[in-house]
Structure formats: C-alpha cells, structure tokens
C-alpha cells in the first residue's frame, strides 16, 4: 500500500512547479548526544539544538523537518544532500571547514573533561582514552601521549569506561556531566579539563551560500534578543552566556 | 500511551514496565518488526525474477547474452556484499537524481558536481525537499531492497543455474520426443522439476536473507537493529523512563527473534521440499 501511494506522490509531485519548494528545509542531527541533542521517549528529536534549531527556522521562515543520521557518515550524507543542514553539537574546526561551510557559532566552545570510574587518578597522558571517532576529542588524544580507542558512538565509549577497556573517557562536558550524576558514584571526573575546538556552528554545504545567509541572520536575531542566553541557560545547568 | 502513565517518576514495579514498554519510541521498535519483514517479502520476488533472469541468461544460445549472465552472477558474488550495500543505494540515488535533473532543468548552468557536493536543482531532487518523512523513508527503504535484491539475485541465478542443469536430459528428450516445443518443455517438464533441485539452495539462501537483514541498519534504515541499539543505550533523569545500560537485554530480543524466524522457515522448507519432491530420487525425495 506504501508503495502505491509512493508511485502516486512521485507522480503528482513531478507536476508541481518549483516556487514553493524553497521554503522547506532537512535539519539533520544525530540524537545520542544530550543535553545538546537526543531522541526522547515519544520518539522525536528533542535537546537544547531541537529547541535552537526550530527558533531559527522561525526567524528565517523556513519549514522545518528534523532527521536523524549517525555522525559516522553526518556529513557525507550533507554532502550528498540527504539534508540540509547538520546541527549536531558539530564544533567548527578547519578540518571539517574544507568539506562543508559553518554558520557563526551558537554555542561557545565547551571545554572537554575526563571521566573515569571514582578512584581512578592515573596519569592521563600515558593512559588508554575513549572518544567517539570524527570528533575534536579523538584528535586531540590521538596527538597527545595517551592511547586512543575510538567508538561510534557517545554511549560506547562511556560502556568501555564501565567495563574496564579504556581508563577514560573525554567528551563535552556537558554531556558527561548528565552521565556522572546518573551513575551513583560509579563514574567521577578525573584530570584537568581541556580546551579544545571553535564553538558550536551549524553544518551547511559550500554550495549552498543562501541557506548560510539565511541562518547567520536568524542565530544574528536569536542571540540579539537573548533568545539564546535562555535555551543555553534552560539546558545546561543554568549557564550565563552573554551575546 | 494509558492514563496511569502521565507521570512515570511515580510508577514502580509492572505499572513502570507497562509504561515504558508502550512509549512513542518502543512502538516504534515493534512497527520496525514489519519493516524487517516488508524487506524479506518484497525481496523475494525480484530476488527470483533476478534469478531467473541470470539463469536464463547464461543457458542463452547467444553469446553476448551468456557472457552476460555469466558477468552478473560472477561479479556479484566475488566482490563483498558491503560494497554493493552502500554503492547501489548511493548510486542510484545520485543517479535517479540526475536524469530528472536532466529532464527538468535543462538550463541550469552549473555543474552538478560542485566540489564534494552533489547539487541539483531543487524540482530534481528524489524525493522532493517538501516530501513528508516516510516518503524519504520508504525511498531509501526501496533503495536498500533493490540493493539485496541485486546482490541475493546473483547468488539465485547460480541456484537455479545449477538447478536447471540437474534436471535429467533423458526427461527433455523425452518431452522432445512426445513433440513439445521448447517452450513447452521449458514450462511442463523443465521448470516444474527443476524445483526439486532448486530448492535446498534456494532455502539455503533464505536463512542467508534473513542472516542479512541488520545491513538496512548500515543504510541508515532505522530497522530492529537500530531501536534496539537506541532505547538499550544508558538513559539519564534526563529522559522520561532512566535506565542503565540494557542493550544486551535488547540484543537477546533480537537474537529470540531471528532464531524463531529461521525455525519457521526451516519447518516451511522442509515441508515444500517434501511436497516437490514426491517420486524424485533425490535427498528431499519420498521414492
């Protein structure tokens, strides 16, 4: 039955002319990664970036459809224009600026800390590290003396703490912040926090220099009317940004 | 879902676990049970006539059409079925979207290939930007099965290859003899008897189907594999019903699951192959 009425739509869509079509958008995220973004229990996209990402797509008028996509292969698929923009907690570095554009920042960078189980207080440098493959994190580690072992995604590398595979896990602190209160003592942050990466942007394609436009003004107006300082403040344990 | 369930911190015990066993998201987990078996059920017929198209083409009388068929069958199954999982539903994907690039904005002046980007206009895209969710989802879910459907056809084509050359040439002659036509022989004689043969290797390559279908997880297809992956991660007081990790209890389910499906089809094979087989000499035979 889904197929027939597929055919139907690809039929009938082939006729419509192209002006309305400019108004709909794909946010792409990847929903494993909270506060910033998750898939809650009903089954949507929700975190800090569902509520950022609906406001900006309020102050540039665009309808907007949210999808999730494993970071493994987020921005390929941007690429390949499965969606249009990737706001997945996706700090700006000039690695990924070569293959996709930023929007400006709409979170400031976070520093990033270690977890590991309470107790632990080992020499960082040298120990065994685990960080979600493709992040800042990873590339920090792997730079430095301390083994990396990458997984593909945040809730493996928190188990490999858990179950002794890895000393210590590096991650935003706010997403590891959730994790150590929900652990019961189990889990403590350990070492010095680190200061890694540009802020948080949104992920668009190069080609697409109008769509970048569009939503450098929307995070423009958010932050002007301190729309912003609210969702970052509701989100992460009342956190003062000023913008 | 029940009107106990408004404020899950103050359930406890069976009310909890009825709760959390009927979220948005656990619903989604069980309508994934039928996207698995959507995938086996619409495989199967293209798996055959990709299949039968194989066969068919390598017992060809014309060359180029055997070289064909002997092409198809060899290529699929001598490169790793990963590589056609995630080349065919990307290239198809790019490739449907250029014809109808082509097709509709003939004038559009630059190159579709930008860079890394591939951009076409906004009327070409497959599907349409403006398309609810599910039309993506069963695009992409199309994809995937035409995908499976090409790599499992060629493993079928040497089946039934095989299986059309089992069948004793003394039975066609025979039929030859009576003064059928080809065709007739292929339909009355060939065919029919054939499945005798064909049938250990066809089931054989069912129980393999069923084996494969976690890859649609690898196409971004959010099938078992993936909800049991999402709701078995750690879940903190952020979410409604926080839970530790439990992805090895989701995994089981699933285990439970495929090895009650290869049961079934097991018996099923069985049963067929005893069917097709009365009055043949072989292994599945009742002489």
Known sequence: MKLTTLLTTAALATGIASASMADAIRMGTEGAYPPYNFVNDAGEVDGFEREVGDALCERAELECTWVTNDWDSIIPNLVSGNYDTIIAGMSITDERDEVIDFTSEYFPPDPSTYVALAGYDGDLSGAIVAAQTSTIQASYIASSGATLVEFATPEETVAAVRNGEADAVLADDAFLADIVNASNGELAFTGEPVSIGGGIGMGIRESDTELKDKMNAAIASIKADGTLTALIAKWFDGRMVKY | ?287
């Not at chain 2, 895209?125 to 056809?153: D, R």
């Not at chain 2, 050359?165 to 039929?175: D, H, I, R, S």
């Open chain 2, 1 to 287: 879902m029940f009107n106990h369930c408004a404020d899950p911190s103050l359930l406890d015990g069976l009310s909890w676990w009825s709760c959390y066993l009927t979220t948005g998201k656990h619903i989604n987990f069980y309508q994934s049970f039928l996207v698995v078996f959507a995938l086996l059920l619409l495989t199967v017929p293209i798996i055959l006539a990709f299949g039968f198209a194989g066969a068919l083409a390598r017992r060809s009388r014309m060359l180029p059409v055997r070289w064909f068929g002997l092409g198809y069958t060899s290529m699929v199954r001598g490169i790793p079925d990963i590589i056609f999982f995630l080349f065919v539903p990307i290239a198809m994907d790019q490739g449907i979207e250029y014809l109808r690039h082509q097709w509709k904005c003939s004038d559009w002046l630059e190159p579709v290939r930008q860079g890394n980007d591939f951009v076409v206009c906004t009327a070409a895209k497959m599907p349409l930007g403006i398309s609810p969710q599910w039309v993506h989802e069963t695009y992409g879910f199309l994809l995937a099965t035409l995908a499976f459907a090409i790599v499992f056809g060629a493993f079928a084509a040497n089946t039934l290859h095989g299986a059309l050359g089992a069948v004793p040439k003394a039975q066609l002659e025979t039929a030859a003899a009576f003064g059928m036509s080809r065709g007739q022989i292929f339909r009355r004689i060939h065919l029919p008897q054939m499945w005798a043969y064909a049938l250990p290797g066809l089931s054989n390559l069912w129980m393999i189907l069923i084996k494969a279908t976690p890859l649609l997880f690898l196409l971004g297809v959010e099938d078992i594999v993936y909800w049991a992956r999402e709701l078995g991660g750690t879940k903190t007081a952020r979410f409604a019903y926080p839970h530790p990790d439990w992805r090895l209890g989701y995994f089981l389910v699933l285990l439970v699951f495929y090895l009650g499906l290869t049961w079934v089809s097991e018996k099923f094979f069985n049963n067929l192959t005893r069917r097709v087989s009365k009055g043949q000499t072989t292994i599945g035979g009742t002489v």
